[in-house]
């Protein structure tokens, strides 16, 4: 997915977790997060911590994780999409595209 959304123009940076992406997104202007990793517990932290801090992203959830709860949940949490794995490099574009218009 990263070398995707870099081809496509996107500038893209990667954390290995939320405690990284949150420090992240403090440090940079971040205008969208990619989640590849949907932990309920980690991303609704991730998202309370950032709203906590006046930060406002939208955010696209990646799972493979079969059944409609993690779906669910990741809406429930303030996702702004979802994706399910595998990703389409030509769906994640076209998402990735919708919610950044969407944001502005």
């Known amino acids: ?4 959304l870099k081809s496509a123009g996107y500038s893209v ?3 290995k977790d939320g405690a990284e992406a949150l420090m ?3 440090r940079e202007t971040v205008d ?3 989640m590849t990793s949907i932990s309920p517990t980690s991303t609704a932290f991730l998202l309370q911590a950032m709203h906590e ?12 994780l079969p059944g409609d709860d993690v779906e669910v949940r990741a809406f429930e949490v303030g996702a702004a999409d979802f994706i399910r794995k595998p990703v389409k490099n030509s769906v994640l574009l ?3 595209a919708k919610v950044m218009k969407d944001a502005d």
Do not use: H, K, Q
């Not at 997915?1 to 995707?4: D, K, P």
């Open 32 to 34: 969208l997060l990619v």
């Open 53 to 64: 801090n006046g930060v406002s992203v939208p955010a696209i959830f990646i799972s493979g």
């Open 13 to 15: 940076v990667l954390a």
């Open 1 to 4: 997915m990263n070398a995707v």
């Open 24 to 26: 992240s997104v403090g």
């Open 94 to 96: 076209a998402r990735v």
